[in-house]
């Protein structure tokens, strides 16, 4: 029986690229695996498997009856509506265990590191399966990203060591200038849909019965999106309004300055202040050093969700 690999909705580029390096992996272990993902590729991840000779997976939302492993999330919103209904037999992850549920014993890694390539690094090491440079490559790529170039709270020791072994088998030299690369592809927006932006990195939460929506995008420098912040604001109160959502909030992130810069569409912005001590201005707030979503906003937002 084919087992699929993905991960998260509005994927990212270790949503994909994990889940290319983690099929590999099975399939190589005896196991037929094939990486698919949820949702059309961003522009980084579309240069990340471009520059390694990748095609991109195909998209597919729907695994009733389907034997699964997830990647990158167990978060029931962020993955297909029939989750409940495929048989998951392994999720590897990098963010705090969600709400998904089995009725069998999975194979489980998740690790508190920076990126899932990371824990996947480990993964090749302990099933003794050489990893390919072109896969290397990509796993290399998902590090960089995920870490913001190492700059990210949620960076760890492992990932850095993680990166200078994928490093050596894929040939890459200039860590730096190949993570500058990336960041600049996903700092492209020209004639991009307003939408899109904001879904390219977007992740629904449930805090304290309600759905939070979070969405980040990273830019070299924030004044590229000044042309076209104030119609991110109006389209996250829209999506806000559509889902049904108590909060949608935006992370426009300076990787170079190392802040991000706070969209706030919601029911009530009081949440900000009692999360990050800062006083919303005119729907949104200045974040100094909050670069990461998954240690530096989720948490203290789920706190005062908690009460």
């Known amino acids: 029986m084919t087992m699929y690999v993905f991960g998260h909705k509005s994927p990212d580029s270790d949503a994909v690229c994990s889940a290319i390096a983690l099929a590999n992996l099975k399939s190589r272990t005896g196991v037929e695996a094939v990486p698919v993902a949820q949702g059309k590729l961003n522009p980084e991840t579309s240069f990340i498997l471009n520059r390694y000779g990748f095609t991109a997976p195909d998209v597919m939302n729907s695994f009733a009856g389907q034997q699964i492993m997830l990647v990158d999330f167990s978060d029931k919103a962020q993955g297909p509506e029939d989750l409940d209904k495929a048989d998951i037999v392994g999720i590897v992850d990098h963010h705090k265990l969600g709400d998904v549920t089995t009725p069998n014993p ?4 998740i690790w508190p590191v920076g990126c899932s390539s990371t824990v996947l690094k480990s993964m090749y090491d302990f099933y003794g399966v050489e990893i390919p440079k072109d896969v290397a490559g990509i796993m290399l790529c998902s ?6 170039i190492f700059k990210s709270a949620t960076c760890t020791d492992r990932d850095k060591a993680a990166a200078e072994a994928l490093a050596k088998i894929a040939g890459e030299t200039d860590l730096q200038s190949l993570g500058m690369e990336m960041f600049k592809v996903k ?10 932006l904001v879904m390219r990195d977007y992740k629904d939460f449930k805090m304290g019965g309600n759905t939070i929506g979070i969405g980040q995008l990273e830019v070299v420098d924030l004044s590229l999106l000044d042309e076209v912040k104030a119609d991110l604001a109006k389209d996250i109160q829209a999506l806000k309004t559509e889902g049904g959502r108590h909060s949608v909030l935006l992370l426009l992130t300076d990787i170079i300055k190392e802040g991000s810069e706070m969209l706030i569409a919601s029911d009530d912005a009081s949440i900000v202040t009692k999360a990050f001590g800062q006083q919303p ?6 974040l100094s050093g ?3 979503r998954k240690k530096q906003v989720v948490p203290p937002l789920e706190k005062v969700f908690a009460g």
């Open 143 to 148: 590090i960089l990203s995920d870490t913001v």
């Open 281 to 286: 201005a005119d729907g949104k707030v200045w």
């Open 106 to 109: 999975v194979e489980c890694w």
């Open 290 to 292: 909050v670069m990461s």
């Open 187 to 196: 700092s492209a927006i020209a004639g991009t849909p307003v939408r899109e």
